[in-house]
């Protein structure tokens, strides 16, 4: 069993930064595969970041060159970096962590871009 805990979302202006970060209780935090998603008003949920547990990411389109994933697993702790935000990152970003049939999920942390 892992409890996620997503924090760092809130308010930023178009072009700001935050840090998200997913804390993870229970054991073998290493083991999984942490994917970030995120889900805006009237959307479907949509992966946004993944990082396996061997360190490799991948990013959705509108994440590349703006969002940096990470994982410090002595931390238990999972981290999304977003530069550039824009308007329509506007969401409540979720993180999972997954392994094999096994797939837990945190509360989620709204993040609004506006001026």
């Known amino acids: 069993q892992v409890q996620l805990v997503e924090s760092g979302g809130g308010l930023v202006q178009p072009g700001g930064s935050l840090r998200l970060s997913c804390a993870a209780s229970g054991s073998m935090f290493s083991f999984y595969n942490i994917n970030w998603y995120r889900q805006a008003p009237g959307k479907e949920r949509e992966l946004v970041a993944r990082?396996?547990?061997?360190?490799?990411?991948n990013y959705a389109d509108s994440a590349k060159g703006r969002f940096t994933i990470s994982r410090d697993n002595a931390a238990s702790t999972a981290y999304l970096r977003m530069n550039s935000l824009k308007p329509e990152d506007t969401a409540v970003y979720f993180c999972n962590a997954a392994s094999g049939s096994y797939i837990f999920w945190g509360q989620g942390t709204q993040v609004t871009v506006s001026s």
């Open positions: 990082i396996s547990s061997g360190g490799s990411t």
